[in-house]
């Protein structure tokens, strides 16, 4: 109950700040609760702010949508790729037997999962939708390990606050805040509508991120990065999509 009311005032708090006194109070109050995005600064960024800061304190907990079998859309849009480079031809000659996501930085135990031994952190499944900042969208059945479950596996550290996760496909990489790191919907998918992911969607590791436009969920992962600061990665911006004019936080 007490934090619920204090959330409930802060946000108040930050849609009086942002009309009453202009963004940069509301700016303020978000930089005193760390409610501040990487892409925070520059033009766009007291918009970044408050969009983020107010769904941080209203939906932080909230599931995304899902749907049954009968709505999975038979066929899904998939975005054009670029010809994938050497090592993932390689990693796919051999079935990806020796494809590994290695997990690093804020954690007490750095180490390099097999796609098996993913599997064997426990697998779920999710019909969600994945939506394109493009305007198209598409109904389908992810199965994949919470990447919470991972995350227990290397120890993260209290200090944490993103993860960093990398494409075998440059340039592809993206962050995302704890909640969403943790978020019982955000699953590192192996398969996808009862079969294994096919290359063409990211197979044969991709991020679910559900509560978040399609860009955030990066194909083909190989590499994450547990940090409690973002500036060194890329140019400081959070992840690929800002450097292109897109938000880093991209919640929907
Ligand atoms: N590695 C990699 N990941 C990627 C992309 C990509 O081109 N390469 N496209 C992104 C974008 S912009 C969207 S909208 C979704 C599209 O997913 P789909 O191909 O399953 O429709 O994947 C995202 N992840
Ligand atoms: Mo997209």
Same mark, same amino acid.
């Given at each position: 109950m007490k934090s619920l009311s204090r959330r409930k005032l802060l946000t108040a708090g930050l849609s009086v700040a942002a009309g009453a006194a202009g963004l940069a109070a509301a700016g303020k109050l978000a930089r005193r609760y760390n409610?501040?995005?990487? !892409?925070?600064?520059?033009?766009y960024g007291p918009g970044e702010t408050l969009t983020y800061a107010a769904q941080r304190l209203i939906t932080r907990h909230s599931m995304a949508r899902e749907f049954s079998k009968?709505?999975?859309?038979?066929k899904p849009f998939r975005n054009e790729l670029a010809p994938m480079p050497d090592l993932y031809k390689q990693l796919q000659a051999n079935n990806? *037997? !020796?494809?590994k996501l290695s997990i690093g930085g804020l954690v007490s135990q750095p180490a390099a999962f097999s796609l098996s031994e993913i599997r064997a952190l426990g697998m779920k499944s999710q019909i969600t939708e994945i939506a394109c900042e493009e305007g198209w969208s598409y109904i389908a059945q992810w199965t994949g390990t919470p990447l919470s479950a991972v995350l227990n596996q290397v120890g993260v550290a209290p200090q944490a606050r993103y993860v960093v996760y990398q494409s075998i496909e440059k340039p592809w990489w993206e962050s995302i805040d704890m909640a969403d790191a943790l978020h019982p919907q955000t699953i590192l998918a192996q398969g996808m509508n009862d079969s294994d992911l096919p290359a063409g969607f990211g197979g044969p590791l991709r991020l679910r991120v559900? *509560?978040? #436009?399609?860009?955030? &969920?990066?194909? @083909?992962? &190989?590499q994450m990065t547990v940090t409690d600061? #973002?500036? &060194? @990665?890329?140019?400081? #911006?959070?992840?690929?999509s800002p450097e292109a004019g897109y938000s880093w936080f991209a919640g929907i």
């Open positions: 409610l501040i995005p990487p !892409d925070g600064g520059g033009l009968s709505q999975i859309c038979e990806f *037997r !020796d494809w559900p *509560r978040q #436009l399609g860009y955030k &969920s990066v194909k @083909f992962i &190989s600061s #973002l500036k &060194s @990665f890329g140019k400081g #911006l959070g992840s690929a």
